[in-house]
């Protein structure tokens, strides 16, 4: 072989060796690779799994704002709670933990959505799928229980948190429900929690009842130090909104029938929880959504009254 072609071999073993170890699987490296699921709408709004954590959990960014990207952080779902027949004890067949340790949910993506599904104890199939739509995000919980247990509630609590300042409202100065007389501030009936010291504000739940009866009770202090605020009037609308600070966006969360709607201002996290009956080898399903989008708090009163009927 003469000099020149020796040296074309040697130069085209060396090309060939690099790209094959540009190929070696994940296996052979020091970080696995996670595979980035993402998809975006016309407007813009993007979903995405957020891999910084091993339970499932979604982005949600906006474009052209500044804090736009990963602007909310969805838990999919919080927790999962049944009440079992004849009982009057909640127990959690799942809780969400931050962080990467842990089991990963199997993310698959089919077009506009992703979707995941997990084994609960007692003999629970879940399916977990959310759909990224023109106006916002659709959670699409299913159950489907094998069990000889009947449960007469299930709750997936799906836990949209305002992590950017962009919707952050600690003192729920954006953040409104709708009553008889329109779009109203949540925490209206409590102007001085806009000046009085955060330690005495906080930590709270702020709850506002609408398919259940009203508490009376005003304040009840919890043992773990939270304290439940409920509001003095009821919501006609099964919504909770937060407008964003410059008034452009609006991040709205609903369902068809939640039992009431609620924040915990610290995260400003959204509320719109329906549970379900869970009998014996049955099929159940749960439905939420998040509207984000640009618009005004009149336009996710007409959304909310248009999609509402057909959520399961």
Not at 293 to 303: E, I, P, Q
Request: hydrophobic letters at 40%; proline letters at 6%; a neutral charge.
């Amino acid at each position: 072989m003469n000099r020149r072609r020796r040296r074309m071999w040697c130069l085209w073993l060396a090309f060939a060796v690099g790209c094959n170890h540009a190929k070696l699987p994940s296996a052979y490296s020091s970080q696995p690779t996670v595979r980035v699921l993402s998809v975006s709408n016309t407007s813009g709004l993007t979903i995405r799994v957020a891999n910084e954590h091993a339970d499932p959990s979604l982005w949600l960014s906006v474009p052209d704002e500044v804090a736009g990207q990963d602007a909310v952080l969805v838990l999919l779902p919080e927790h999962v709670t049944v009440r079992r027949r004849g009982t009057s004890e909640a127990e959690h067949l799942y809780l969400w933990r931050p962080g990467r340790s842990g089991s990963r949910p199997n993310w698959m993506q089919v077009h506009n959505a992703f979707h995941y599904e997990k084994e609960f104890a007692p003999g629970i199939h879940f399916l977990a799928q959310v759909s990224l739509e023109p106006d916002g995000v659709l959670y699409h919980y299913e159950f489907v229980n094998r069990s000889d247990v009947d449960f007469d509630s299930v709750q997936a609590v799906t836990d949209p948190r305002m992590i950017s300042p962009l919707f952050h409202d600690v003192r729920l100065e954006r953040t409104y429900v709708h009553d008889a007389r329109g779009f109203a501030l949540l925490a209206s009936d409590i102007p001085e929690r806009l000046t009085m010291p955060l330690d005495q504000w906080l930590p709270n739940r702020y709850r506002i009842s609408y398919a259940w009866r009203a508490d009376e009770t005003r304040v009840q202090k919890q043992a773990d130090g939270v304290t439940f605020l409920n509001a003095s009037k009821r919501a006609d609308e099964p919504v909770i909104a937060t407008v964003s600070t410059d008034r452009r966006w609006i991040a709205a969360t609903f369902s068809r029938n939640p039992g009431n709607l609620w924040t915990n201002p610290e995260l400003t996290c959204q509320h719109a929880d329906p549970e379900i009956a869970l009998p014996r080898h049955s099929k159940g399903v749960i439905e939420e959504k998040t509207l984000l989008f640009r618009g005004t708090l009149d336009d996710v009163a007409n959304k909310v009254r248009q999609q509402r009927a057909a959520l399961k």
